[in-house]
């Protein structure tokens, strides 16, 4: 299957500070990515779409000012939380779609844990 | 927007037992995702199936779109099966999919 890889795989930050995570699709190109938000024992929650060459497109109640997204390249989205707070510990993951024809398949990431001290 | 339910929210069965895992959803679907999130946190694809019948060794997966519903079967469960189970569907241009609550499976050796 297609391959979606993300870095860093878990990193823990001071309160204030920004934190960067990196989705890059290994083996396809994508003018869209996605950025999903999972608590403990919860359901994924879409955030974001990142939409290469343009703004992301944000899911209500998403604070746009706080969760900076970046589409640079074809297979390359950021994700930007700034000025982190400890309730943003969460597990983030990206995914990507990949079309076949007229259909698509999304492959996601191995996901980012944060923790925000 | 499109709602997704699946159940039960948790099963839990002996190794060797089969079990089927139910998502409904509320609108037509252009996409239809099984998944299944190991204990890192991965998601594993099983089945892209917006319509139709699929199977890949002991797990089968069914779709009836008129009906806006789908199952995951497990056949001979594992104790590698274990883990949470999720149904994404999507029903826009947009390709974005939209996840249900999935399913918390544990299989007893």
């Known amino acids: 299957g297609a391959v979606v890889s993300q870095h860093p795989s878990r990193v823990i930050c001071k309160s204030g500070t920004s934190v960067k995570i990196e989705c890059r699709s290994l083996d396809f190109q994508a003018t869209t990515m996605f950025w999903y938000r999972q608590f403990p024992k919860q359901s994924l929650m879409l955030m974001a779409t990142?939409?290469?060459?343009?703004?992301?497109?944000?899911e209500q109640g998403v604070e746009k000012d706080k969760f900076l997204i970046n589409h640079a390249s074809l297979t390359l989205s950021t994700l930007t939380v700034t000025s982190a707070h400890p309730e943003d510990s969460s597990f983030y993951i990206c995914?990507?779609?990949?079309?076949?024809?007229?259909?698509?398949?999304?492959?996601f990431g191995p996901g980012t844990r944060l923790t925000v001290t | 927007g499109i709602q997704v339910e699946q159940s039960p929210p948790d099963l839990i069965l002996q190794e060797g037992a089969n079990s089927t895992l139910r998502c409904n959803f509320s609108d037509s679907v252009n996409n239809l995702q099984w998944f299944h999130q190991n204990p890192w946190g991965q998601l594993i694809n099983l089945f892209y199936?917006?319509?139709g019948t699929k199977q890949n060794g002991r797990l089968s997966a069914t779709t009836v779109a008129t009906e806006r519903y789908s199952l995951l079967y497990i056949s001979s469960s594992q104790t590698t099966d274990s883990g949470v189970y999720f149904c994404a569907v999507g029903n826009s241009s947009a390709s974005k999919i939209i996840f249900g609550s999935g399913t918390r499976l544990s299989i007893r050796p």
């Open positions: 990142s939409n290469e060459g343009s703004k992301a497109t944000y």
């Open positions: 199936i917006p319509s």
């Open positions: 995914s990507a779609p990949r079309t076949s024809g007229s259909t698509w398949e999304q492959y």
